[in-house]
T-cell receptor, first 114, second 111 residues
Framework: NAGVMQNPRHLVRRRGQEARLRCSPM?????VYWYRQLPEEGLKFMVY????????ESGMPKERFSAEFPKEGPSILRIQQVVRGDSAAYFC????????????FGEGSWLTVV | DAKTTQPPSMDCAEGRAANLPCNHS???????VYWYRQIHSQGPQYIIH???NNETNEMASLIITEDRKSSTLILPHATLRDTAVYYC????????????FGTGTRLTIIP
């Protein structure tokens, strides 16, 4: 898991607040993936981004969730008006450009909504 | 939907080889077999991947059957730190396709 950096590692938000989760991919990686893991459940794909482009957002909830990966800086997963059901671990992963390149994960950000 | 089938749980004695099976009978010719594991409260960790030949690295060996419809991940000398959920995933070998996780196998190493 070395290299993919996520912060914060733990975040507590009250219902209705916004949560911002950051992900810095491994050096040289230009592809970022976000996954969510609800308590006692499996890993679910949310979104796949390249620099400045969303490639696949088929797993993103339609409302309140957004993601970006700007030309400079980390990828951001933003959750607006959080609800208790958003409490989960959010994992970021990255890979380099090229066919079939291995995807590496970060250690996750744990969001708790109170 | 995940394209693989794994037993939900397995036990293995510490020091023994852990053999984790995976069925992927609908795998296509341009799909790799990937293995990841997730230790409790940590991010998924890449272990190994292969296309059709057996592979070995410092963590594990991957044995893929000749017809590619199943594979086995082998941890040669399991330790307590190998207790985790192990995921077998098939993934296209072109583009940067996402990983689709199933329910995996919960491996428990017994002291």
């Amino acid at each position: 898991n070395a290299g993919v950096m996520q912060n914060p590692r733990h975040l507590v938000r009250r219902r209705g607040q916004e949560a911002r989760l950051r992900c810095s991919p491994m050096k040289g990686h230009s592809h970022v993936y976000w996954y969510r893991q609800l308590p006692e459940e499996g890993l679910k794909f949310m979104v796949y981004l390249q620099k400045e482009n969303i490639i696949d957002e088929s797993g993103m909830p339609k409302e309140r969730f957004s993601a970006e990966f700007p030309k400079e800086g980390p990828s951001i997963l933003r959750i607006q008006q959080v609800v208790r059901g958003d409490s989960a671990a959010y994992f970021c992963a990255s890979s380099s450009l090229g066919s079939g390149n291995t995807i590496y994960f970060g250690e996750g950000s744990w969001l708790t909504v109170v | 939907d995940a394209k693989t089938t794994q037993p939900p749980s397995m036990d293995c004695a510490e020091g023994r080889a852990a053999n984790l099976p995976c069925n992927h009978s609908t795998i296509s010719g341009n799909e790799y077999v990937y293995w990841y594991r997730q230790i409790h409260s940590q991010g998924p960790q890449y272990i190994i991947h292969g296309l059709k030949n057996n592979e070995t690295n410092e963590m594990a060996s991957l044995i893929i059957t000749e017809d590619r419809k199943s594979s086995t991940l082998i941890l040669p000398h399991a330790t307590l730190r190998d207790t985790a959920v192990y995921y077998c995933i098939v993934r296209l070998n072109f583009g940067n396709e996402k990983l689709t996780f199933g329910t995996g196998t919960r491996l428990t190493i017994i002291p």
